[in-house]
């Protein structure tokens, strides 16, 4: 089974609109974190937003935020006031506790983001 | 500048030869990783490393050998490449604590003729 499900693969938003990108996981480990990050076509990796299994609210960084349900397992990226700069390929990872889990991130297969005028 | 730097930035080889790609990282972190991403930008973990330790193996054909000689590097050396190599590879490194988020250098491309 998929941990993590992206099902969007592409997705085309106005420019100053808001936009929510879907993350739904899945994990029977109480412990767990969601991380989002952004992929543009220059290629580099960067880290947006994270939400942990017991954080209370739903994380906020600047435009971004994490809308979180734990019960649905659903982790979505809301960007609001979308700029030109925001198309870019977008991912949600899961790092999951306990020893076996390690450090590792998994990684869902991407939603690719168009910023239109 | 403060980061997670991989080189080269593209390799192109041709198949069976062997190479290697370096990482270092000036972040002050205590774990380092090795990511594949595939032609459908699939990512993968393949290696992860604490404080030179061995962590996190996964599936990895033996043709791939990562090593590190120190906390600040992670470098992978690949042998007898295949034309299945050919991807995208990312080294990232964090803190080990839970919530610290993974910081990536910039990729190697590995083109295999």
């Known amino acids: 089974a998929q941990k993590i499900t992206q099902t969007q693969p592409g997705m085309f938003v106005q420019e100053k609109e808001a936009v929510t990108l879907d993350c739904t996981y899945d994990t029977s480990d109480p412990s767990y974190g969601l991380f989002w990050y952004k992929q543009p076509s220059s290629g580099e990796m960067i880290f947006l937003i994270y939400?942990?299994?017991?954080?209370?609210q739903n994380a906020t960084e600047g435009r971004y935020s994490l809308n979180f349900q734990k019960a649905r397992k659903s982790a979505n990226l809301v960007i609001s006031a979308s700029q030109l700069g925001d198309s870019a390929m977008y991912f949600c990872?899961?790092?999951?506790?306990?020893?076996?889990?390690?450090?590792?991130?998994?990684f869902g297969t991407g939603t690719q983001l168009k910023v239109e005028l | 500048d403060t980061a997670v730097s991989q080189t080269p930035k593209y390799l192109v080889t041709q198949m069976g030869n062997d190479k290697s790609i370096k990482c270092e990282q000036n972040?002050?972190?205590?774990?380092m990783y090795w990511y594949k991403q595939d032609s459908k930008k699939f990512l993968k973990i393949m290696f992860s490393y604490n404080n030179k330790e061995l962590i996190i193996n996964e599936t990895v054909p033996n043709r791939f050998s990562p090593k590190s000689p120190d906390k600040a590097h992670l470098n992978l050396h690949i042998n007898s490449l295949e034309l299945g190599d050919s991807a995208v590879y990312f080294c990232?490194?964090?803190?080990?604590?839970?919530?610290?988020?993974?910081?990536f250098g910039d990729g190697t491309r590995l083109s295999i003729l």
């Open positions: 990232a490194s964090s803190h080990s604590k839970f919530n610290q988020p993974q910081h």
């Open positions: 990872a899961m790092r999951e506790g306990g020893r076996g889990g390690g450090n590792k991130l998994t």
């Open positions: 972040l002050g972190h205590d774990t």
């Open positions: 939400q942990g299994s017991y954080d209370q």
